[in-house]
């Protein structure tokens, strides 16, 4: 794990636990903050661990959702994503990704969004076993375990990985 601590301030490499900070990033983007504010004002590392496995079984669920999108952001310029959860957007963008549609593929409640503004979350990148282990071991930790979980829920809020080449098109 390379967190280190620098005095009394504890740096964290976004990339340690990347899928994490993502799974959690997808919950913010969706307008469900419970349970990345679960993960960083726990008070315990199994109120942690619960929240994780909550949201994990969540992404799960919503895989039958999943749709590809094209999305015309502005003039000349569109993305393709793929995102767990969306719908019709009405007034402001509220998070997220915002567009109009120009191609979909996905469940029928997808296809009825073709040439209308949505809102999108990206699909998130999820943990996989060994990033889950590394962090669930760290929260154990009885300095830093409880600030590593704050840390994590913050850059869910703020930090974004670099986009992989392709996604955007114009």
């Not at 895989?63 to 003039?75: G, H, L, M, V």
């Not at 979350?121 to 154990?140: D, G, T, Y």
Request: charged share 30%.
């Amino acid at each position: 794990m390379r967190v280190k601590e620098v005095g009394t301030t504890i740096l964290l490499n976004p990339q340690e636990f990347r899928g994490i900070i993502s799974l959690l990033r997808f919950f913010a983007e969706s307008r469900r903050l419970g349970i990345v504010d679960r993960v960083g004002l726990a008070l315990s590392p199994s109120a942690v661990k619960e929240a994780i496995y909550e949201a994990l079984r969540t992404v799960r669920a919503l895989q039958p959702r999943r749709a590809t999108f094209t999305i015309k952001i502005r003039e000349g310029k569109t993305m393709t994503v793929s995102c767990c959860d969306y719908d019709e957007l009405e007034g402001p963008c509220p998070g997220g990704l915002c567009g109009t549609v120009e191609k979909v593929d996905g469940p029928p409640e997808a296809q009825k969004l073709q040439g209308k503004k949505i809102w999108c979350a990206l699909c998130p990148e999820l943990p996989n076993e060994e990033e889950l282990s590394k962090f669930f071991e760290a929260l154990e930790d009885p300095v830093r375990g409880l600030h590593l979980a704050r840390m994590v829920a913050a850059l869910a809020l703020g930090w974004r990985p670099p986009r992989p080449q392709g996604e955007e098109n114009g």
